[in-house]
């Protein structure tokens, strides 16, 4: 049987191109594709930083799309569009997997723990 999958993809600012949603929602629809699992939702954040949380409509239909059960997977094209601060990140994994779904990257695919702890740490770094 086929998972379920649902895709977030996410732009930081304003001067960056609007373009590049559909750009990380393609390479997530083909990854999908290539793994046998339909996706059920797409979910995107435009012309906002990943430090904010509460302030991005499209991961909080996420998470409320997540805790509604019948997902199975959150993929997007790599961690640091879920957030770029780390208790944010730790936040959004935790939620993921208290409900048993597996977070994919199109970059490197299924995302463990350790991976992600450092994936996170990176990214907040990156926006200090």
Known sequence: MPKNAIIYA???TDLQNE???DAQIS????????????????????AVTGTSFKSRPGIQNLLRRVKQGGVDIVLCTATDRL????????????????????LHTSQSGKVNSLEFGLRATIAQDFIA
């Not at 390479?27 to 435009?46: L, M, P, T």
């Not at 780390?86 to 935790?94: D, F, G, L, V």
């Open 19 to 21: 373009e590049t949603i």
């Open 83 to 102: 957030s770029r601060d780390s208790e944010h990140s730790h936040h959004i994994y935790k939620t993921l997997t208290h409900h048993r779904i597996e």
């Open 10 to 12: 996410r732009y930081s």
């Open 27 to 46: 390479a997530c629809h083909d990854y999908a594709e290539r793994q046998g699992w339909i996706v059920e939702q797409v979910f995107s954040d435009k």
